[in-house]
T-cell receptor, first 112, second 111 residues
């Protein structure tokens, strides 16, 4: 596609449920990133995939968060046993090299 | 530990004025410093970027000034327009890692 596609655009879930957020990067982009954006907190780095290398998971806030990237393309961010503090916009980005990330429009997650 | 500190949190500028947003960093291994612009409901988009081997980069009305010794860099928006009203993020990166972003500045340009 022409841009980074994220789905769903909005997700409301009950506390304690698991959620999966999907990211389709730009074709040919080898790097893929997940960030979390909370009000007044900027963009918080979560995880970074580069080609076939082991992902940099240093930003994941707890073991309830995990992500995978299948076939070097689509990525899924999974949050288990969601908590209210997980409510945020989850942004995915991809890049061909280290310069110039292209972001999707994000998934707004609300935990009630 | 906030690796990139951005200020101010919000900024109001009159149309035609100069908007200035500042960022400071601590990690001397950072070697790439971009600015991103974000409109409501959209993801951030790359605006302009600089490497530490130059002190200034200009693209149209947008200029980055970089002070390596002070570990500071800033975004200047000349002749600010209402269409520039958005949230601006500075960021920094070292090779092999992902961008670290500041907390953002909400700019409002009044007409």
């Amino acid at each position: 596609g022409a841009g980074v596609s994220q789905s769903p655009s909005n997700k409301v879930t009950e506390k304690g449920k698991d959620v999966e957020l999907r990211c389709d990067p730009i074709s040919g982009h080898t790097a893929l990133y997940w960030y979390r954006q909370s009000l007044g907190q900027g963009l918080e780095f979560l995880i970074y995939f580069q080609g076939n290398s082991a992902p940099d998971k240093s930003g994941l806030p707890s073991d309830r968060f995990s992500a995978e990237r299948t076939g070097g393309s689509v990525s899924t961010l999974t949050i288990q046993r969601t908590q209210q503090e997980d409510s945020a916009v989850y942004l995915c980005a991809s890049s061909r090299d280290r310069y110039g990330y292209t972001f999707g429009s994000g998934t707004r997650l609300t935990v009630v | 530990q906030q690796q990139v500190k951005q200020s101010p949190q919000s900024l109001i500028v009159q149309k035609g004025g100069i908007s200035i947003i500042n960022c400071a960093y601590e990690n001397t291994a950072f070697d790439y410093f971009p600015w991103y612009q974000q409109f409501p409901g959209k993801g951030p988009a790359l605006l302009i970027a600089i490497r530490p081997d130059v002190s200034e980069k200009k693209e149209g009305r947008f200029t980055i000034s970089f002070n390596k010794s002070a570990k500071q860099f800033s975004l200047h928006i000349m002749d600010s327009q209402p269409g520039d009203s958005a949230t601006y993020f500075c960021a920094a990166e070292q090779a092999g890692t992902a961008l670290i972003f500041g907390k953002g500045t909400t700019l409002s340009v009044s007409s």
